[in-house]
Nanobody, 120 residues
Framework: QVQLVESGGGLVQPGGSLKLSCAASGSIDRIYTMGWYRQAPGKQREPVAVIMSGGTTNYADSVKDRFTISRDNAKNTMYLQMNSLKPEDTAVYYC??????????????WGQGTQVTVSS
C-alpha cells in the first residue's frame, strides 16, 4: 500500500519560513513527477511547484523566488522550503506523486494535507 505523508505545516508570522516534507512509503518501483498543491478556503486546489525525476522544476508565479522545491530520490522524499511567507499563502498544502508501485500501474497519489497558516 503506497502512502504519502506530509509534515512541517504550522502557524508562522508574515515574512517567516517553513519547510514542508512529503515522504512516500510502500512498495514503490519508481517515482516520476512530484509536486505540491494548495487549497485555500473557498478556492480550488492549485499547483504550487512540481519537480521531475531528473530535477527540473516549475513554480507558480505567485511563489517564484520565495519557495524552493527539492527531492531526495534515495529517500523517496520531497521538500518545499517556503520563505517570505505572506497571508495569502495560507492554505492546506497537499503532496502529489506520479508513481508506479511494484507489480502495478503508474498512477497519481495524494497525501492527506498539512495546514499552513500565515498570520500575525
Amino acid at each position: 500500500q503506497v502512502q504519502l505523508v506530509e509534515s512541517g505545516g504550522g502557524l508562522v508570522q508574515p515574512g517567516g519560513s517553513l519547510k514542508l516534507s512529503c515522504a512516500a512509503s510502500g512498495s514503490i518501483d519508481r517515482i516520476y513527477t512530484m509536486g505540491w498543491y494548495r487549497q485555500a478556503p473557498g478556492k480550488q486546489r492549485e499547483p504550487v511547484a512540481v519537480i521531475m525525476s531528473g530535477g527540473t522544476t516549475n513554480y507558480a508565479d505567485s511563489v517564484k523566488d520565495r519557495f524552493t522545491i527539492s527531492r531526495d530520490n534515495a529517500k523517496n522524499t520531497m521538500y518545499l522550503q517556503m520563505n517570505s511567507l505572506k497571508p495569502e499563502d495560507t492554505a492546506v498544502y497537499y503532496c502529489n506523486a506520479n508513481l508506479r508501485p511494484v507489480l502495478s500501474i503508474r498512477s497519481d497519489y495524494w497525501g492527506q494535507g498539512t495546514q499552513v497558516t500565515v498570520s500575525s
